[in-house]
Nanobody
Framework: QVHLVESGGGLVQPGGSTQLSCAAS????????MSWYRQAPGKERDLVAA????????NYADSVKGRFTISRDNAKNTVNLQMNSLKPEDTAVYYC???????????WGKGTLVTVSS
């Protein structure tokens, strides 16, 4: 049974930083690409960043390039999202996602809210 649990987030001031973490269970973590998505109120869920199974390749949405960094620890089955220079438009619920290599199915965490406001 696949289980993804996000943590971190909360209220952050503009220009500030925070880190999100996602703990995965029920999967062979080191064999799967992990991703972070976000959904702002009234908007669609969009890809923020993705990282390859070994961590050697990372991709980012243009809106977060140079500010966010995705990383993973395959020994701890966790994927992190370091978020710097936060802007009010970064306010959203952030979701961890895995698309399993074994069955092609997408699995999502329940999300964690990040609010960027003074």
């Amino acid at each position: 049974q696949v289980h993804l649990v996000e943590s971190g987030g909360g209220l952050v001031q503009p220009g500030g930083s925070t880190q999100l973490s996602c703990a995965a269970s029920g999967i062979t973590f080191g064999r799967n690409v992990m991703s972070w998505y976000r959904q702002a109120p009234g908007k669609e869920r969009d890809l923020v960043a993705a990282i390859s199974s070994t961590g050697g390749i990372a991709n980012y949405a243009d809106s977060v390039k140079g500010r966010f960094t995705i990383s993973r620890d395959n020994a701890k089955n966790t994927v992190n999202l370091q978020m710097n220079s936060l802007k009010p438009e970064d306010t959203a619920v952030y979701y961890c996602k895995v698309r399993l290599a074994s069955d092609g199915m997408n699995y999502w965490g329940k999300g964690t809210l990040v609010t960027v406001s003074s």
